[in-house]
C-alpha cells in the first residue's frame, strides 16, 4: 500500500474545517466580525467541570499544546485541587468556580467554551446550565443517560444560540478517518462483518463508573460506545435491529450494581452484521472489518494512543496525534470561524449513541431482537 504524505498538524486542521456548513453571520463566538488575521492569533478559553482523571491526565495537558483554545477556567467542588491547578496552570482565581457558584461564569469574558467532565448522570444538568450562561459547550461521552436527556440539552443548547459537541476525539485522529474512509468508500468493497470491542479490567470497585445511578451501567456506557461507534463510523450506516447477551458474572460482589460484560450484535441496511464485545474484567480493544476483497483493522483501536492499523495489503501509515489537543482544536476552529460543527460529533450525534446503548440493554434483558 502506498505510504501517505504525512500531514502537517495545521494542513489536518484545516481539512477538517473546510466541510463545515458557513453560518450566515461570520462572527465569532463572542460577536465580533471575523478577519483571517486577527483569527489566526486568537485561542478560545476553555473552562473544565470536574478535575478527576480524565481532565487532569488528558484534556489539561492536551490543552497545552492547542492552537486554537486555551485552559482558561476550572470548576470543582474540591478546594484542594483548585489550588493545586491554579498554581500548575497559572488559572486566575476569579476563573475559579464550584458547583455552587457555577452559574456565575455568564460574566466571565475569559470562558467561551465550557467542557462538561463530570459522572454520566450529572452531564444533562451541567450542559444545561452551562448554554443557559451563554456558553459553547463540549461534553464527555456518553452525552447523558436517557435519550429525554440529551434532547433537553440540544434544546437548551439551540435556546441559548450556542453549539454543542461532544467528546467523540477519535473523529480528528487520522488512523480512525482511515479507516471511516476504507469502509465508507468500500476501499476493498462492501463490508460484510465487523468485529468492535473495547474492554479492561477495572479497579477501584468503590468509583462513580460501578454505581449504576450515577454511570448508567457498566462498561457498556463506558468504553463500550467506543464499539458501538466503531460500527457505525466504519459502514457509515445505522443498525437496522439488535441482538445482546449478558455475561454470567464472575465476580458478582464487585458487579452487584451493573454488568461485568455484555455482547452485542447489529445488523445494518446493508447487510453487514457486526459484533462487539465490551467488559470489566478482560481486556480487548479491537475494530475489524472483513470485505468482498480483503480486510482492515486497527488494534489499539480507541484508547489514546498510538493507535495502529493494518489491511490485507499491508500496514497503514498515519500521523500520529494528541487525541484530545485534535478534538479540542477542531471544534473551537469551527466556533473561531463562525461554522456550524459537523453533525458526526453533535448532540443529535450523541443522542444517537444513546438510544443504541438503551436498545442493547433492553435486548439483552428481553432475551429479544430489537428493532431500531
Not at 489550588?83 to 488559572?91: F, L, T
Not at 476493498?188 to 479497579?203: C, L, M, N, P, T
Not at 472483513?290 to 482492515?296: I, P, T, V
Request: proline share 6%; hydrophobic share 35%; net charge positive.
Amino acid at each position: 500500500m502506498k505510504t501517505p504524505t504525512p500531514l502537517s498538524r495545521r494542513t489536518f486542521l484545516n481539512t477538517l474545517g473546510a466541510s463545515a456548513i458557513t453560518l450566515p453571520a461570520l462572527t465569532d463566538v463572542l460577536g465580533r466580525p471575523i478577519t483571517t488575521a486577527g483569527n489566526q492569533d486568537r485561542k478560545l478559553g476553555i473552562a473544565l467541570v470536574g478535575l478527576g482523571s480524565y481532565s487532569k491526565n488528558q484534556l489539561a495537558p492536551a490543552l497545552q499544546q492547542t492552537k486554537h483554545c486555551r485552559l482558561a477556567g476550572i470548576v470543582t467542588g474540591t478546594p484542594a485541587k483548585a489550588e493545586e491547578w491554579m498554581q500548575k496552570y497559572n488559572i486566575p482565581k476569579a476563573n475559579v468556580y464550584d458547583y455552587k457558584t457555577f452559574d456565575r461564569i455568564a460574566d466571565n469574558k475569559d470562558i467561551d467554551v465550557i467542557y462538561v467532565v463530570l459522572p454520566n448522570s450529572m452531564h444533562a444538568e451541567f450542559v444545561i446550565r452551562a448554554a443557559q450562561a451563554g456558553k459553547h459547550v463540549i461534553c464527555e461521552k456518553p452525552m447523558a443517560i436517557t435519550e429525554k436527556d440529551c434532547q433537553s440539552m440540544i434544546d437548551a443548547c439551540k435556546k441559548a444560540n450556542k453549539q454543542l459537541a461532544i467528546g467523540y476525539r477519535l473523529h480528528y485522529e487520522p488512523f480512525t478517518k482511515e479507516v471511516m474512509r476504507l469502509g465508507q468508500e468500500k476501499v476493498f468493497g462492501q463490508v460484510k462483518f465487523i468485529e468492535s470491542s473495547d474492554a479492561f479490567r477495572i479497579g477501584d470497585p468503590t468509583q462513580w463508573r460501578m454505581k449504576k445511578s450515577m454511570a448508567g451501567g457498566g462498561p457498556l456506557m463506558d468504553v463500550g460506545i467506543y464499539a458501538v461507534q466503531g460500527a457505525r463510523y466504519v459502514t457509515g450506516e445505522e443498525p437496522v435491529s439488535v441482538t445482546a447477551q449478558f455475561s454470567p458474572k464472575t465476580e458478582p460482589q464487585k458487579f452487584k450494581d451493573v454488568e461485568e460484560t455484555l455482547f452485542w450484535q447489529f445488523r445494518f441496511p446493508s447487510g453487514a452484521v457486526s459484533n462487539s464485545t465490551t467488559s470489566y474484567t478482560a481486556g480487548v480493544e479491537r475494530l475489524y472489518a472483513s470485505c468482498e476483497k480483503g480486510w482492515f483493522e486497527l488494534s489499539p483501536a480507541f484508547g489514546y494512543g498510538p493507535l495502529k492499523g493494518r489491511t490485507s495489503k499491508g500496514p497503514i501509515e498515519q500521523p500520529v496525534v494528541n487525541h484530545q489537543a485534535m478534538h479540542m482544536d477542531g471544534v473551537c476552529k469551527d466556533l473561531l470561524d463562525g461554522k456550524t460543527l459537523p453533525g458526526h460529533i453533535t448532540g443529535e450525534e450523541g443522542k444517537r449513541d444513546v438510544r443504541l446503548l438503551q436498545a442493547i440493554y433492553r435486548a439483552a434483558e428481553t432475551g429479544k431482537t430489537i428493532s431500531l
